[in-house]
């Protein structure tokens, strides 16, 4: 675990954004994700640290939405070329697929597609069997897919 700690932080810290939308909020929740992990040794010898690290941002995320309002952040969309420009278009269209989509299933895309974990350990952080995240992960591609060729 400590030779991919660097990597785990990163990923964390992208778990921590996807669910909070604010640098500095998932900043200070992946740092005080490490040192709670760090102050633990009871999970550090059985083989689910990275559930363990998931399961405490993730805690530490609820936390501070329940104590923060939600705020609305301005889509700024800067001068570009025009491939820029469709690029940005399909971004922007896969972003509304995605919320379309709802938390657990958000959650799911991201730790598979954007975190690339194993489909062992996004069950086990989901806390659903593997054959279950098969079926949910197929719901929700199916459902990107419609709402990606409904904007076209």
């Known amino acids: 675990m400590r030779a991919d700690m660097d990597e785990q932080y990163d990923k964390i810290?992208?778990?921590?954004?996807?669910?909070l939308k604010h640098r500095q909020a998932a900043e200070d929740v992946?740092?005080?994700?490490f040192l709670r992990f760090l102050e633990n040794n009871t999970y550090k010898d059985i083989g689910k640290e990275i559930s363990y690290l998931y399961r405490i941002a993730g805690n530490l995320c609820i936390d501070l939405m329940r104590k923060q309002k939600k705020e609305e952040l301005s889509e700024e969309i800067p001068d570009c070329t025009d491939n820029a420009q469709e690029q940005m278009a399909l971004n922007m269209d896969l972003k509304r697929a995605i919320e379309s989509l709802d938390a657990r299933q958000r959650e799911l895309v991201f730790l598979r597609y954007v975190n690339g974990l194993s489909v062992g350990k996004t069950a086990e952080i989901l806390g659903i069997s593997r054959f279950a995240l098969y079926r949910k992960e197929k719901e929700c591609m199916k459902k990107l897919k419609k709402e990606m060729e409904g904007e076209k």
């Open 13 to 19: 810290y992208r778990y921590c954004y996807m669910k």
């Open 30 to 33: 992946t740092q005080e994700t």
